[in-house]
């Protein structure tokens, strides 16, 4: 089984520009969770969405933005980038129960000059 | 709110000597907990959770956790730490209500010494 597929790997923004990166979860999980990771404060939960829809919402401004699709895929949108928005943004997937491991991909690594 | 602490930055232990990785946690009712393990420029990769049952949960790898209710406790262990066990460990918590996600610690570098 394919494992979480993030796209694209590296990804180089000026402030002020937006980005949407892309997430493909495992075949058959139907969660997709964000995470911002960054030295200072760690892993910050940013959204998960189920079924297409918003299911919980971490405290981040109104910039960052996101979505699924039927198929379960999911996309995050940074707008109006900031040089504090440098990360590495990592999607998990899981299966529908809330006792079920969520299944990290390799992040997609954001830097902001 | 649930929160979790993990009380070391940093852990070294010598090659083939036990290791713990400290983790507590504060949640409303019983929490779902889980261990995470992250190499350079890698997601996270899941280790073990404990869900209900036998307080000592074992793991991949080697690693087991042993849950403390009274405690609010859920460290890691392994009885013969590896050189390629050295990474960046992160303890895990849910609460069962489906109301917050899961949440982690600030996570603890652990560095096997050969």
Redesign the interface.
């Known amino acids: 089984k394919a494992g ?1 597929t ?1 796209t694209p790997r590296y990804l180089i923004k000026t402030r002020g520009q937006q980005v949407t990166l892309s997430c493909s979860p495992i075949s058959g999980h139907r969660s997709v ?1 964000w ?1 911002q990771q960054t030295p200072g404060q ?2 910050q ?1 940013l959204f ?1 969405y189920f079924s297409e829809t918003q299911r ?1 919402k ?1 405290n981040f401004p109104g910039r960052f933005s996101g979505r699924q699709f039927s198929n379960s895929r999911s996309e995050m949108n940074v707008s109006t980038l900031e040089l504090g928005d440098s990360a590495l943004y ?1 999607c ?1 997937s899981s299966p529908t129960g ?2 079920q ?7 997609t690594r954001l830097s902001i000059l | 709110a649930q929160s979790v602490a993990q009380p070391e930055d940093q852990v070294n232990v010598a090659e083939g000597n036990p290791l713990t990785v400290k983790c507590t946690y504060s949640v409303s009712g019983n929490p779902y907990l889980f261990w995470y393990v992250q190499y350079p420029n890698r997601g996270l990769q899941f280790l073990l959770k404990y869900i209900t049952g036998d307080n000592l949960v074992k793991g991949s790898y080697g690693f087991e956790a042993e849950f403390n209710k009274s405690q609010t406790s859920f460290h890691l262990k392994k009885p013969s730490a590896l050189v390629s066990d050295s990474a960046l460990y992160f303890c895990a918590v849910r609460d069962r209500t489906g109301a917050n996600n899961l949440f982690f610690g600030t996570g603890t570098r652990l560095t096997v010494i050969p």
Do not use: I, T
């Open positions: 979480v993030q969770s995470y760690g892993l939960f998960e919980n971490g990592l998990a809330l006792n491991p969520q299944h990290f991909g390799d992040g």
